[in-house]
């Protein structure tokens, strides 16, 4: 007897599928635009989500969710999602940077990654060490093992420009106030986001447009299993490590089968084989825009993309009844 096959791809016609999962999603987080309520924000995109999941064709397991079972209704980890189909894995923020879309500010978004069974990374709610650059340069440029700074010379050298012509993207948090120093240091330049390290990362992909070369330091570690994810699709490369600096957070990645705390993760270990991803934008940013509201008319906008292809598409959707969203129309 032969065991069945290992499916190496994942069926494309997931990837149209995930689109009215983000675009619902993120209709139902941008009424919350400007309300500085991130929780209603949140929950209206997970519920929206969860139930636009149901239509796809997937038996799906979700490993990187709203949050654990009891504390969320929707999207929590290990919640089986989808209408029936293909077992696949999940990834989602139903609502990345939901401050962004609580103050209306630049950037939030609705995300979602499909992937094989078993082969996402499965984290705690941590925060992990990043480093982020996008495609086109030579192997192992970047590195966790060495400092921020020599990661910004390696690129700079493989850029053949100066260290002054690079920009970091950092999140602006007080725990990085030692690593922007070092990158300012060595005459490079940062670009400071509030929040939503996902499209921090994928930024870089796009240096011309986008004025960023690398992404550094630490986030939200499922954000960084996303951001692998765009990653994979878009081409380029990065690591994480964990920050498992206490006992309870090395308890609850060791029950996630974490053996070594000090692991560094490449963009395979995060994401081991084929993945789909969608990215609607909730408010107007740099990569995406928001969703717009006109009498009678809804417009979203999308970056689908798949990794076996490499094919990375733009979808700007006009859905002309409303109602579908529980909107008036
Ligand atoms: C991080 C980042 C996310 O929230 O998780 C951040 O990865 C939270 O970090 O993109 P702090 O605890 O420092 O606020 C985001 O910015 C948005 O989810
Ligand atoms: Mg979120
Ligand atoms: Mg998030």
Redesign the pocket.
Same mark, same amino acid.
């Given at each position: 007897m032969t065991a069945a096959p290992v499916p190496q791809q994942l069926d494309r016609r997931h990837a149209l599928e995930m689109v009215r999962v983000t675009e619902r999603a993120a209709v139902a987080a941008a009424v919350w635009r400007g309300r500085g309520d991130e929780q209603s924000a949140e929950e209206a995109a997970t519920s929206a989500a969860y139930a636009e999941l149901g239509q796809m064709s997937v038996s799906g397991r979700v490993v990187i969710g709203a949050g654990v079972e009891g504390d969320v209704s929707h999207l929590y980890i290990g919640e089986t999602v989808g209408g029936g189909g293909d077992a696949v894995d999940i990834a989602a $923020?139903a609502l *990345? %940077?939901? #401050?962004l879309c609580a103050k209306n500010m630049p950037g939030s978004m609705a995300v979602m990654v499909l992937a094989a069974p078993g082969s996402l990374l499965q984290v705690p709610p941590v925060?992990m060490d990043k480093v982020a650059i996008g495609p086109g340069y030579p192997k192992d440029v970047i590195s966790l093992r060495v400092k921020p700074e020599d990661n910004i010379r390696a690129l700079a050298e493989a850029k053949g420009v100066s260290t002054s012509d690079i920009t970091a993207l950092v999140?602006d +948090?007080p +725990?990085h106030a030692g690593l922007i120093a070092a990158v300012r240091a060595i005459g490079a330049s940062v670009k400071l986001i #509030? $929040? %939503? $390290?996902?499209a %921090?990362v994928i930024h870089t992909t796009n240096p011309r447009d986008s004025g960023v070369d690398i992404y550094l330091g630490t /986030? /939200?570690a499922a *954000?960084g299993v996303l951001a692998a994810a765009a990653l994979r699709c878009m081409g380029g490369q990065m690591q994480g490590r964990l920050i498992l600096d206490t006992d309870d957070k090395r308890g609850l990645a060791r029950k996630l089968g974490i053996r070594d705390p000090g692991r560094i993760y490449d963009l395979s270990d995060m994401v081991a084989g084929d993945c789909l991803m969608a990215a609607t934008g909730v408010t107007d940013g740099p990569l995406l825009h928001g969703v717009r509201f006109s009498r009678g008319l809804v417009e979203t906008d999308t970056l689908l993309m798949r990794a076996a292809s490499g094919t990375v598409r733009r979808i700007s959707t006009r859905h002309s009844d409303p109602r579908k969203f529980g909107l008036e129309g």
């Open positions: $923020d *990345e %940077g939901a #401050t925060y999140l +948090r +725990r #509030t $929040d %939503g $390290d996902v %921090g /986030g /939200g *954000e």
